[in-house]
């Protein structure tokens, strides 16, 4: 096993960082009393690591001597970073034998504690003495910054005083975005979809990295990046929707980090793009395992309300309150085997939704005329639609959570969870208008919906149905009409 940096000792099992200070910084890291090669220990066991936990340990070890490259390179002590100050005064302790925090509780100016000092300032303990210069002419005097910062290492125990980097937050989110994923993703079909997707703001949170360089996490420094990255994002993009994309994902990695790591950072809670398009609210969809089946049940219960029950079986063509209340009984085609949502709309919005089972028929035929919700219900507002709604999702599953249009998104969901997702036809099914006018968009244009398509409605309709029960009323109807029969 061959790594980069890694020192191991023929007598010793204890590995260790190993790395040479560049010619053009060798001399001042001399002058300073720099031990050149560095070596740091990785704290691992040769006997037992392995190489994944080694090359992890390699990396953490590179980025602190960068951090001492970076602070040798400036010739003046203000421009240094703190991360990089404190990183090479942490690694100037180690050097010296010291561990973090070997002052910890240890009286000041006390013997233990000057002799440690001392020792590891060596040389430049007395520094500051008139005839300092003239005993060490080679030698040049250690900032006074620097000996505070090793000072604070040294008393500071590990944790206590831990700054952190743009990289931390953007690695430590991306392993929290993976790890929710992993555990939300029910089938094998879902989580390669959501991880593919999710290589896309990958990129995007890379991207703003190479723009913003590796800054220190402060409440200061996210502010003003986060701000001029927008700035940039505004002169890349002429759409500002597309801006606001890109700009999304590193502010919602940043604002996690500090939520959860870095508690003292605060980040701005929303940076606004001129032309934006107001951010759709997130909607909670039915648990598919505990949920759901309650749901399914519900609907095929009489006790429940008509239009609650509608809706139920809306779930599975996307179809909203405002949809069921617009489509009348006569756009019920019972020998096809499907119902035109939304009949009262424009001729080009309509979009077939399948007759699930012969409750879902009963339902939809339950009035002789008029509107499928009944003729009172025509009359309602939106409000009283989605409180009906509302109060009977949250009283079937205790999730006061729920609302209205969990029920359409659910839809989606199975959808997604069965691989089927991004198909044409579901589009099609939950009335999904594209940018681009392509077919999807014109599926009604002609007044009627064409036997093939019908088909392949209720495939999906069926393979998003397989999992649940078959609560149906009176089965043995399904052989007398053209209802799509789903037997599982």
């Given at each position: 096993m061959k790594i980069k940096?890694?020192?191991?000792?023929?007598?010793?099992?204890?590995?260790?960082?190993?790395?040479k200070i560049p010619k053009a910084l060798s001399g001042r890291a001399l002058m300073l009393g720099l031990k050149n090669p560095v070596v740091m220990s990785l704290g691992l066991d040769g006997n037992t690591a392995s190489e994944a936990q080694i090359v992890a340990a390699i990396e953490r070890k590179r980025e602190k001597f960068q951090s001492l490259l970076r602070f040798l390179?400036?010739?003046?002590?203000?421009?240094?970073?703190?991360?990089?100050?404190?990183?090479?005064?942490?690694?100037?302790?180690?050097?010296?034998?010291?561990?973090?925090?070997?002052?910890?509780?240890?009286?000041?100016?006390?013997?233990?504690?000057?002799?440690?000092?001392?020792?590891?300032?060596?040389?430049?303990?007395?520094?500051?003495?008139?005839?300092?210069?003239?005993?060490?002419?080679?030698?040049?005097?250690?900032?006074?910054?620097?000996?505070?910062?090793?000072?604070?290492?040294?008393?500071?125990?590990?944790?206590?005083?831990?700054?952190?980097?743009?990289?931390?937050?953007?690695?430590?989110?991306?392993?929290?975005?993976?790890?929710?994923?992993?555990?939300?993703?029910?089938?094998?079909?879902?989580?390669?979809?959501?991880?593919?997707?999710?290589?896309?703001?990958?990129?995007?949170?890379e991207h703003?990295?190479?723009?913003?360089?590796?800054?220190?996490?402060?409440?200061?420094?996210?502010?003003?990046?986060?701000?001029?990255?927008?700035?940039?994002?505004?002169?890349?993009?002429?759409?500002?929707?597309?801006?606001?994309?890109?700009?999304?994902?590193?502010?919602?990695?940043?604002?996690?980090?500090?939520?959860?790591?870095?508690?003292?950072?605060v980040i701005p809670s929303s940076i606004k793009i001129?032309?934006?398009?107001?951010?759709?609210?997130?909607?909670?969809?039915?648990?598919?395992?505990?949920?759901l089946p309650l749901i399914w049940k519900a609907?095929?219960?009489?006790?429940?309300?008509?239009?609650?029950?509608?809706?139920?079986?809306?779930?599975?063509?996307?179809?909203?309150?405002?949809?069921?209340?617009?489509?009348?009984?006569?756009?019920?085609k019972t020998d096809k085997g499907y119902v035109v949502m939304g009949g009262t709309k424009r001729p080009h919005r309509c979009r077939p939704a399948v007759i699930v089972n012969d409750t879902h028929l009963q339902l939809l035929t339950h009035f002789k005329a008029g509107s499928i919700v009944g003729p009172k219900r025509v009359n309602q507002t939106s409000a009283n639609h989605s409180k009906i709604l509302k109060t009977h999702l949250a009283q079937i599953t205790g999730d006061k959570e729920l609302d209205p249009y969990s029920l359409r998104h659910t839809g989606k969901h199975l959808a997604d969870i069965k691989g089927v997702g991004e198909s044409q036809y579901v589009k099609i099914m939950f009335g999904w208008k594209n940018k681009k006018r392509d077919y999807a968009d014109k599926y009604a244009a002609a007044g009627h919906f064409a036997a093939p398509l019908i088909k392949e409605l209720r495939a999906i309709t069926a393979l998003m149905l397989e999992d649940l029960p078959d609560y149906d009323n009176n089965p043995d109807l399904l052989h007398q009409t053209n209802v799509v029969p789903l037997r599982r």
């Open positions: 940096n890694l020192k191991v000792r023929p007598d010793s099992p204890a590995l260790a960082f190993q790395a390179s400036n010739t003046d002590i203000d421009a240094v970073a703190k991360q990089d100050l404190e990183t090479s005064a942490e690694l100037w302790v180690n050097q010296q034998g010291y561990q973090r925090g070997a002052l910890y509780g240890i009286e000041k100016f006390s013997e233990p504690w000057v002799e440690a000092l001392d020792h590891t300032l060596g040389l430049h303990f007395n520094q500051d003495h008139p005839e300092w210069a003239k005993t060490y002419p080679k030698l040049q005097k250690l900032p006074k910054e620097f000996i505070s910062a090793i000072q604070a290492i040294l008393e500071t125990r590990e944790h206590d005083d831990t700054h952190y980097v743009f990289t931390d937050a953007i690695n430590a989110y991306k392993d929290h975005r993976n790890k929710e994923i992993h555990r939300a993703a029910q089938t094998d079909a879902e989580l390669n979809r959501k991880l593919y997707e999710f290589k896309k703001d990958e990129k995007r949170l703003f990295l190479d723009y913003t360089g590796n800054q220190e996490f402060t409440t200061a420094q996210c502010s003003r990046e986060l701000k001029r990255y927008k700035l940039h994002l505004l002169d890349q993009y002429e759409n500002p929707v597309t801006a606001k994309r890109h700009l999304t994902v590193p502010c919602a990695a940043l604002r996690w980090f500090s939520n959860e790591v870095a508690v003292d950072v001129d032309g934006q398009q107001r951010a759709g609210a997130i909607r909670k969809v039915l648990d598919v395992e505990a949920q609907a095929h219960d009489p006790a429940y309300d008509h239009f609650f029950r509608l809706a139920v079986f809306g779930l599975f063509s996307g179809s909203t309150a405002s949809e069921l209340v617009q489509t009348e009984v006569e756009d019920v």
